[in-house]
């Protein structure tokens, strides 16, 4: 599966912090029962690469991606671990070469980084941190001048936001902490995760919704989600 066939596959990304490797599977069969494959496990705890090579060897049915890489060697050793997609905050030197074992999706933040990871060949990016960026107001400017860059907006964005980011055309999906709430994760509460999967496909596909209002589920605050610590506090 292409980069490009793999953004356009579920509407949104999951962007999982996972503390524990046990919780790493059961994690990603809610997820994917809840249909959404695609996964992003965050380099941001030493059970990241754990993770990564227990979902690819259990969870047939996930494509499992790296997120939070900064080097090509993070990329590699995802690679390894069996991670078939990588995710970057932004593209510095050393990502920008296109010769990584599988496809990066970079970070960008303003139409200059736009421009350049156009002009070095990537024509899918992450806006990062899409809310403090501008958002779907910066994605609907950029659209103009850039046409053909394609997007998956990341940081701050949450379940009531999906119809408005997924209806602009140079959007193919988005990328999200509130499925999988850090709380629901302690508890194991894997049917909660999957419910809320489940709701972010139907709210995709503007589909009504089995429970009535959207869930009380702030986004984690961290580094992929910059925005949801000031939303907490509103």
């Known amino acids: 599966m292409t980069l490009m066939e793999l953004l356009h ?22 997820l994917v029962d809840g ?52 995710v970057s905050p932004g593209l510095p030197p050393s990502l920008r070469a296109q010769e990584h074992p599988i496809p990066l999706l970079p970070g960008v933040m303003t139409p200059t980084e736009v421009m350049t990871a156009y002009e070095l060949g990537f024509h899918a990016m992450k806006l990062f941190p899409a809310k403090l960026a501008g958002g779907s107001d910066f994605l609907r ?16 964005i949450r379940e009531e936001d999906l119809p408005r980011y997924l209806g602009l055309p140079n959007v193919a999906c988005v990328g999200g902490t509130w499925m999988a709430p850090a709380d629901a994760v302690a508890r194991k509460d894997w049917g909660l995760i999957e419910t809320l999967a489940r709701r972010a496909v139907q709210i995709a596909h503007d589909e009504p919704t089995t429970t009535g209002q959207a869930a009380d589920v702030q ?3 961290g580094e992929e989600d910059p925005g949801a610590a000031l939303e907490t506090l509103r």
């Open 9 to 30: 596959s579920a509407p949104v990304i999951p962007v999982l912090v996972i503390e524990s490797p046990d919780d790493a599977v059961p994690l990603a069969k809610a």
């Open 141 to 156: 400017a950029i659209a103009g001048p850039i046409p053909d860059a394609l997007f998956c907006p990341t940081g701050g």
């Open 219 to 221: 986004p984690q605050a």
């Open 35 to 86: 249909g959404l494959p695609n996964l992003e496990i965050t380099l941001r705890t030493p059970a990241a690469l754990t993770a990564i090579e227990r979902i690819a060897r259990e969870v047939p049915d996930a494509q499992v991606g790296v997120g939070t890489v900064r080097s090509d060697a993070d990329i590699r050793a995802a690679w390894d671990a069996g991670a078939r997609f990588a």
